[in-house]
């Protein structure tokens, strides 16, 4: 008879074991496709496929010939000749996140293009996606996923007998749910562990990948101290607790160790920064409605950081400027007011900035009591959006402002 502390040890090794055993799918090669109908793969392909076809008519896909041609051409640089059998697609969506599917189906979010500084840093994420595809990593974790199933119900049944036995009582009386919800904790545990281990071949692989296609190694650990400074001055003090946080139910490394892997990682390898002028141009037109979507989500903190950041990186400075007095503008705090007609004037020295912020400009000159800046910018505004829907709101306002500015 097993003691229930020997039970317990017992049950944790088997179902960190179901995460790991039998799940291997081996490298992908090119051209391939699963072989048998009635598969594991055949059926997540099946879904990939119906989840790629409403991807295509959802209204989300970015559809503009520059900027998708541009990562097409990004993706097929660092894929080498599984270039055919992937797809991309670019859609609207403020997170920081990219994915690929089994069936070569890779979404980049437009978050993920608004963090990004450089070409290396958005080879590294495609690399990083790449592997994932490359070793089927999303069939293994189905794979583990299944395994956990397994395992939680046999192991359950096993630990509510010997619970029972250990304690004197009647297996299925009290004993058979206590016991299944301990056999799935763990054997789900070790199925996310093996989740997390993926990640960390992704980051590694990812990084060969985007090296061995020229571009900078030292952008893999350096988007990533990016994002984490963000969450960091998020508003929202448990968004940086959440991604720094371990635990067995996480699926992904935490972000400091994934820096610190990266970091290590990169040092070993040769690359100089790419020249990301075309990247720039790319996204140029969009980086203005991208930072509408993220100011949107209202978590100004972190928000600011990452305005703060582009605007050093260089830029696009209008664009960027025109949205930091944007978000001063909507907080609260004492002297935003202030700063946000200051962060107003200095984006309207660069020929980017929004004409949109003319108008906001406009207003925040006439709440302060300036009627000839005010006019000033409202006449500009009305300059670059002469067919704007609200022209003859803005008029009346500039004859006003100048009638008592006289």
Known sequence: MFARSELLMLTASLAVLAGCATTDQGTRTVGERPQELNSTEASLWYRMDEAEE????????????????????????????????????????????????????????????????????????????????????????????RNANITAAVVGSVLSIGVAAATGGVPGQGYSGSGASIATALAYGGAYAYSRERESEADRMGLQLASAAGLDPKAGPKIWNDLLNELEASDD????????????????????ARIEALEEEAASMQGEPADSIAFRAAVAPFINDWLDAEIALRDYGSTLQLIERRIAAGGHEGVFLAAKARVLGMRDDEGDFDRALETYEAAAAYADMPAQAYRDLGELNRRAGRPAEAAEAFTTYLQRVPDARDALLVERYIQTLMGESE
């Open 54 to 145: 409403n991807l295509r008519s959802s209204g989300r896909v970015i559809d503009d010939p520059a900027l998708t041609g541009y990562v097409d051409a990004l993706v097929c640089r660092i894929a080498g000749e599984f270039c055919p059998d992937v797809r991309v697609y670019v859609v609207n969506n403020p997170g920081f996140n990219a994915m690929m599917a089994p069936n070569g189906m890779m979404v980049i979010n437009s978050g993920l293009l608004l963090r990004a500084e450089s070409e290396d840093e958005l080879g590294f994420v495609i690399g990083h996606e790449l592997v994932h595809y490359l070793e089927n990593h999303a069939l293994e974790q189905h794979a583990a996923a």
């Open 237 to 256: 003090n448990r968004r940086a607790a959440r991604a720094n946080r371990g635990g067995m139910f996480r699926t992904h490394p935490v972000i400091q």
